[in-house]
């Protein structure tokens, strides 16, 4: 984050406006929204703020601005039409560690000035860290639609319960479970419905009916898709924000973590070649220990938890000691990364039938049935074959596929930091060296790969590998 979001309580506080015009009107109305004391400081008075100056709400100075005028000023908002004035605002404040805004000028400001839904005391600011705020602008108007303006009614009732609520659940996560259900069911419908009253009579009959005793846990398990978070399903964003903890794989991509509830503790479970964090069974009986604390366990893995994601092995362990669980399926890598890359995982010119088998080395060898993977039209997805590749490529050549077989190697696919390799079986091991990948990384083995010259369609950010795959891949048959 460029910029750290915060609400600032400026009621009843001095807060100046440097300027006049339409913009310095704007600005010093939105801080009379917020209940601040303005302070205009131009050589020319707005007509249209008059009235605020006769009641008093905002104090004119006629004047040209001087770093005096910052005595117990609480917010500066500098909106003249000269650079150098704004530029002298910004830096006076600045030394006075005074907040202070200049209008269409990121460089000069200390805090941004969001777009925002009002619906108070419910706030929703956006800000694109100045750097387009009409994109910002554009966000506010689709969620002005998609917000009921009751939600403000909401939000007040909710507020006269909080307390009642605190009072009630000695536990901090049944009192969230609590809410959570409330805002997500009847309730909130009979506000959106206006039936005020009765909303609050149902609130209260639904509290005295809840025990205060501690929460049941139970353990989510999540597929995270193969990295891209716009792959993630309704259900697994549903989960993410309502789990109190959650154990996270090495291929969780950051962009998704970072959609899970900001206050949920996070352990990483990950595991790489040679290096686990932890190993099967702690992970399993931590599983176990955390869900019978009480807590709501997001078990999150990258992909699909049920293909080579090792989920079955740990909802076994649930199965035993009787703890509750959910599955939620996600995008496998297979699927996933082929789409991305636009090599269809079957075709009816190329491939009727498609396996996917994992790559990975133990003790310097892979342990796969060759002669069923070396069968022509299949399509062969190998997961974690990186380091394995050359002895893949060379096994399935041994084993009846032509050399000439064309084969890809996709690195973080479905990102924008995906990079494709393609090539043949007999080429694609240095094509894959010389394009210097790293893992995640998935390794695709049919005709249907001659498709994604054609049908390549997502642009990733790499464009210093293309020209090179383009030259290499030139002489491919």
Known sequence: MDFLPIFLNIKNKRCLVVGSGEVATRKSLFLLQAGARVIAISTERDPSLNEFAVDGRILYQADHFESEHLQNIALVIAATSDRTINR?????????????????????????MPSIVDRSPLLIAISSGGQSPVLARLLRAQLETMIPVAYARLASIAGKFRQLVKQHFSHPEKRRMFWEKTLQGQFTEMVLAGKEE???????????????????????????GPGNPDLLTFRAMRLMQQADVVVYDRLVSPAILEMVRRDAHRIYAGKERSRHTLQQESINQLLVRLAQEGKRVLRLKGG???????????????????????VVPGITAASGVAAYAGIPLTHRDYAQSCIFVTGHLKNDSIDLDWTVLARPHQTIVIYMGLLGLPMLCQKLITHGLP??????????????????????LQTLPALAQAAH???????????????????AWFQSSDESLQPNLIQLNSSQP
């Open 88 to 112: 002298q605002v910004s830096e006076a404040a600045q030394q006075r560690q005074i907040p202070v805004n200049v209008v269409d000028d990121p460089e000069l400001c200390s805090f941004i």
């Open 198 to 224: 009765a909303a609050q009579a149902y609130l209260s009959k639904s509290l005295q009916q809840e025990c205060d005793e501690s929460p049941q846990g139970e353990v989510y398990l999540v597929g995270a």
């Open 304 to 326: 699909d938890p049920f293909i080579f994601g090792r989920g079955g092995e740990e909802i076994e362990t649930l199965a035993i000691h009787r703890i509750p669980f959910q």
């Open 437 to 455: 990948l790293s893992a995640p990384t998935l390794i695709i083995v049919g005709e249907v790969v001659k498709l994604h010259h054609n049908l």
């Open 403 to 424: 050399d000439t077989t064309s084969a890809a190697i996709i690195q973080q696919g479905t990102t924008h930091n995906q990079k494709i390799v393609t090539g043949t």
